[in-house]
C-alpha cells in the first residue's frame, strides 16, 4: 500500500507564493506519473501538473509559468512551486500518483486558499 503526505499549503495574498510538497512511502521502478490535481467547491477535479517516467511534465494552461513542478528521486518526493497566486487558484490541491501494476493512488489533500 503506497501512502502520499502532503504538506505546504495554506493561506496566502494574490500574487504570493506557496510550494507544496508530496512524499511516497515507498520506492519503486513501477512508477510512471507523479503530480497534482486541485479541485475547487462546485467544480470537478483537474489536472494542474504532473511528470511520467518518459521525462515529461505537463501544466494546465491556467498555470503554466506560474508553477514548477519538480522531484527529488532520492525522498521518493515531489514538489510544486506556485508563484503568482491568483484568488482562482484556491482549491484543495491533491498529490497523484500511478504506479504500473499497482494502480493510482492519491493523498488526502491539502488547502490551497489566494485572498485578493
Known amino acids: 500500500q503506497v501512502q502520499l503526505v502532503e504538506s505546504g499549503g495554506g493561506l496566502v495574498q494574490a500574487g504570493g507564493s506557496l510550494r507544496l510538497s508530496c512524499a511516497a512511502s515507498v520506492s519503486s521502478f513501477r512508477l510512471n506519473a507523479m503530480g497534482w490535481y486541485r479541485q475547487a467547491p462546485g467544480k470537478q477535479r483537474e489536472l494542474v501538473a504532473d511528470?511520467?517516467?518518459?521525462?515529461?511534465?505537463n501544466y494546465a494552461d491556467s498555470v503554466k509559468a506560474r508553477f514548477t513542478i519538480s522531484r527529488d528521486n532520492a525522498k521518493n518526493t515531489v514538489y510544486l512551486q506556485m508563484n503568482s497566486l491568483k484568488p482562482e487558484d484556491t482549491a484543495v490541491y491533491y498529490c497523484?500518483?500511478?504506479?504500473?501494476?499497482?494502480?493510482?493512488?492519491w493523498g488526502q489533500g491539502t488547502q490551497v486558499t489566494v485572498s485578493s
Open positions: 497523484h500518483a500511478y504506479y504500473a501494476g499497482w494502480g493510482a493512488y
Open positions: 511528470w511520467t517516467s518518459g521525462g515529461s511534465t
